[in-house]
């Protein structure tokens, strides 16, 4: 079947570095996202892995592990703006077509 | 570039009453999606299309939800009768097979009382 796990919650200290954790299990991996969604709004793209490695993107980078069905959102130099929910999600083509598989989401909060 | 179009933002309405949700995707995107978000939890996907036609809905309840994309551009989301576990958030969401990335509308936000 199709999982996506990431912790519920995270809090950390503005300025600090987070990393945000995600498994996944699905049959036609094609590739991994990271939205942002902050409270009341629709989820904003972050990044996109779809080979091994890490992908950077200014004070963001993700990480992705094929072999190990995961992946991790790392956020440098925290700022209080980025308290927010973070979805991991995977876009699964087994069926022919791309469908998304979103996970529950992580809520950060950066504390001053 | 516009992005993805939703009305209304808010909508509250009583159990067994209809309601409708209206999403303009962007312009060339040939992929759209209808995803609930209830509060807490990640996007559930209700209802894929492909153009006009449908490519995934499994998850739609089919018995009071129903959607549309007549022209393969405009897309009308129903449900009737609500129910007070239809409470969420309906984001709509748009791809093109040539951008990595589907892109969401700001969604309706739903309250069933």
């Known amino acids: 079947g199709q999982n996506i796990d990431q912790p519920t919650e995270m809090t950390a200290t503005e300025g600090a570095i987070v990393q945000i954790n995600c498994t996944y299990q699905?049959?036609?991996?094609?590739?991994l996202f990271w939205y942002q969604q902050h409270a009341g709004e629709a989820p904003t793209f972050l990044s996109y892995?779809?080979?091994?490695g890490l992908e950077e993107k200014g004070r963001f980078s993700s990480f992705l592990s094929r072999s190990k069905g995961y992946s991790y959102l790392l956020l440098k130099e925290l700022q209080m703006k980025d308290s927010a929910s973070y979805l991991c999600?995977?876009?699964?083509?087994?069926?022919?077509?791309?469908?998304?598989?979103f996970g529950t989401g992580t809520r950060l909060k950066v504390l001053a | 570039e516009a992005g993805v179009a939703q009305s209304p933002r808010y909508k509250i309405i009583e159990k067994r009453q209809s309601v409708a949700f209206w999403c303009n995707p962007i312009?060339?995107?040939?992929?759209l999606y209808w995803y609930q978000q209830i509060l807490g939890q990640g996007p559930k996907l209700l209802i894929q299309?492909?153009?006009?036609?449908?490519?995934?809905d499994s998850q739609l309840p089919k018995d009071r939800f129903s959607a549309e994309r007549l022209k393969g551009v405009d897309s009308t989301l129903k449900i009737q009768p609500a129910k007070l576990e239809d409470s969420a958030v309906y984001l709509c969401?748009?791809?093109?097979?040539?951008?990595?990335?589907?892109?969401f509308g700001p969604g309706t936000r739903l309250l069933v009382l």
């Open positions: 969401a748009s791809s093109s097979r040539y951008q990595e990335t589907q892109y």
């Open positions: 699905t049959s036609g991996f094609n590739g």
């Open positions: 892995n779809v080979l091994d």
């Open positions: 999600a995977v876009r699964d083509a087994s069926s022919g077509t791309y469908k998304y598989i």
């Open positions: 312009s060339g995107h040939a992929t």
């Open positions: 299309f492909q153009n006009n036609g449908v490519v995934d």
